[in-house]
């Protein structure tokens, strides 16, 4: 083990970095928040069972990647590997069904899954996630879809596509697995020992499959949609009618089941496509019968999930990152000793009025200083000197054009505010 090296698949998010993270959060609040979700934050562990309920046994999550442990007093418990469950189980857990209508939650912050490290997988990862609690009606699933689509156009992402499917109720969906099935028996000796596994238990999983030879068997199995029922039909139609209307480009597919078990009739992904790759970004649906597989009443709830590195990386290589600058805006320089308790009361100032000061805390040469003030970035400098300060002035130099002006200690606000204007982290 080394020490100083964080554990397999983690990473740290260093300040720069960090500063594009924040902007990510802050545009993906504002557009959570102006479609009426309210942030809820669960723990980062739950009890075990809620996940085993809640994806369901026989997914990759729950056999092969989520980390649980015993802990003190003898309880399994898991790090959490998704939002949903743990969503649902505080909805149920605080009545909100009891308050009738629609529930509008979202989540956003790290999860945990041991998967096999990657390019771009990692065992701590960040997703973000909206969940609509309460509503049966296609109105929602459209919502949700919208929202994950202008959500992105919101971040910079243009070139979006949707891909869209309905998985069935759990009365034609019986009726399209032994149809599965029968297709994927006959082709059985080309799939793997994963997908054999499961084929009886849980053949939808193998639509999932990315090995070529399982996908090349699950592409000529029949189409679901010439097995859902009346209402499911229906269901699927108005969401694709609602979408039609809100002019988002969608395709269905026909073998999209999405990865979790709890899925029934709409499932989503939606792609980013200016890259070339198809490269989806969130993926969701509908998951009528999840509250009362935890536990809860039978509400039925509609959702989605975004994984943030993913988000990152497709921003970043579609050149849509904003250039966030840690920068200060003012540098000051104090010349003697005595005059750097002058410039810690002129940042101390300046900063309560909002501009990012930067304060050298080592008195040294005037050059030093000014290569200090130069690496820093920062657009102003403060210097106190000697000389002005016997007139209780300053001077102020423009670090752009060299430009300098004298300025009298009451003003500085005043000629700093005229220069530049106060901001927050982020320079765009
Ligand atoms: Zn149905
Ligand atoms: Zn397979």
Not at 17 to 41: C, F, P, T
Not at 197 to 204: C, D, I, K, T
Request: with cysteine; charged share 25%; net charge neutral.
């Amino acid at each position: 083990m080394n020490l100083t090296t964080a554990p397999r698949g983690t990473y740290d998010i260093m300040p720069q970095e960090a500063l594009i993270w924040q902007w990510m959060e802050v545009n993906i609040r504002e557009v959570l928040l102006a479609y009426g979700y309210g942030e809820i934050r669960t723990p980062i562990f739950e009890h075990t069972e809620l996940f085993l309920r809640g994806i369901g046994e026989t997914t990759d999550i729950v056999e092969k990647e989520m980390y649980t442990f015993l802990d003190k007093g003898g309880r399994s418990i898991t790090l959490r590997p998704e939002g949903t469950a743990p969503v649902v189980r505080a909805y149920i857990q605080h009545k909100l069904h009891g308050q009738g209508g629609t529930t509008k939650l979202f989540y956003l912050g790290p999860m945990f899954r041991q998967e096999r490290p990657q390019a771009g997988r990692f065992r701590q990862f960040h997703q973000f996630g909206v969940e609509l609690l309460g509503e049966e009606t296609p109105l929602a699933d459209a919502e949700i879809i919208l929202l994950a689509h202008d959500l992105y156009q919101h971040l910079g992402l243009t070139e979006l596509e949707i891909y869209l499917n309905s998985v069935g109720c759990s009365e034609c969906r019986e009726e399209y697995k032994k149809a599965l099935i029968a297709s994927l028996q006959a082709s059985s000796s080309q799939l793997c020992p994963s997908c054999l596994n499961r084929l009886e238990r849980n053949p939808l999983r193998l639509l999932d499959c990315k090995n070529d030879s399982c996908q090349k068997v699950t592409a000529k199995t029949p189409s679901i949609h010439d097995f859902l029922c009346q209402a499911c039909k229906e269901h699927f139609i108005q969401v694709t009618t609602l979408l039609d209307q809100a002019n988002v480009k969608y395709e269905i597919k026909p073998r999209l089941v999405r990865g979790l078990d709890y899925y029934t009739r709409t499932v989503f992904e939606v792609v980013n496509t200016d890259l070339g790759a198809q490269n989806a970004i969130c993926g969701g649906g509908r998951y009528d019968g999840l509250v009362k597989e935890c536990g809860g009443p039978a509400v039925p709830g509609v959702g989605f999930a975004s994984g943030m590195e993913r988000l990152f990386t497709t921003l970043e290589q579609s050149g849509k990152l904003p250039v966030c600058s840690k920068a200060p805006q003012v540098y000051i320089i104090s010349l003697t000793e005595e005059l750097s308790n002058v410039g810690f009361k002129i940042a101390t100032t300046l900063r309560r009025n909002g501009f990012k000061v930067e304060l050298g805390f080592e008195v040294k040469s005037m050059k030093a200083q000014m290569k200090a003030a130069n690496k820093s970035g920062a657009f102003i400098c403060i210097i106190i000197g000697e000389d002005e300060w016997k007139e209780r002035q300053v001077t102020i130099k423009n670090m752009n054009d060299g430009q300098q002006i004298r300025v009298d200690l009451p003003d500085i606000v005043d000629q700093i505010s005229n220069l530049i204007s106060p901001q927050g982290v982020i320079n765009q």
